[in-house]
């Protein structure tokens, strides 16, 4: 499992606090829809508020319309046959790259989590450890679910139970774990080879957004 962040050490609470200064550095910024790889910037906007202090806004969301989330069911359809036929220790590399990108990143998130779900540093952290172990763990469990099972002794007959990828997932998450939640959610549904398409908390719009952008 992901060490959790041991912020007793001197430069260990620099990163973190480098981090929160740079996050506070993007207050503002506008956050697109991401449907298949196009970015979807002009909708109507949500502001995103800093729940400590609701008149600071951390950000800008564009807001779904029922044509965008149409397209993203399309889009997801058409993935889905080549990412199933993909071979689960293919997407189980990828899964993996992804961990180690989130354990690079793991302050940036973390101070993500600070302002947009006013979480305590130890708390944002632990989102994080916890998203990069769905990672290693999901990409894991399709491995081993992939692989044939034998069934039966019949003489003549030789029997296999498989599972593969069943289509299109929908992810409707809650707020109180903004990253790792959404990322268990989608993750476990990527690993076994469908697609998926995430709608995050209006809580918590933006982490979900880093988490796409990293999954790309």
Not at 156 to 185: K, Q
Request: with cysteine; glycine share 6%; hydrophobic share 45%.
């Amino acid at each position: 499992n992901a060490a959790p962040a041991q912020f007793f050490d001197p430069d260990v609470r620099h990163a973190m606090r480098s981090a929160i200064e740079a996050r506070r550095r993007r207050f503002g910024e506008r956050h697109p829809l991401l449907i298949g790889e196009v970015e979807v910037f002009d909708r109507k906007l949500a502001p995103d508020e800093y729940p400590a202090d609701p008149v600071t806004i951390i950000g800008q969301v564009a807001q779904a319309t029922i044509a965008d989330a149409s397209a993203a069911i399309a889009a997801a359809r058409d993935a889905f046959p080549a990412w199933r036929d993909t071979p689960a220790r293919e997407r189980g590399d990828i899964l993996r790259r992804a961990a180690d990108l989130l354990d690079e990143r793991r302050f940036d998130l973390a101070a993500t989590m600070v302002f947009e779900s006013a979480k305590p540093w130890h708390e944002a952290d632990g989102d994080v450890c916890e998203a990069i172990d769905y990672l290693r763990y999901y990409a894991a469990q399709a491995e081993w679910l992939e692989a044939p099972k034998a069934m039966g002794d019949v003489h003549g007959e030789h029997n296999e139970y498989f599972h593969e990828g069943r289509g299109v997932t929908a992810v409707i998450a809650p707020w109180n774990f903004p990253l790792a939640i959404i990322c268990g959610m989608s993750v476990g549904a990527i690993a076994g080879g469908n697609a998926t398409i995430l709608k995050p908390a209006a809580q918590s719009p933006i982490i979900a957004c880093e988490l796409v952008r990293l999954l790309r």
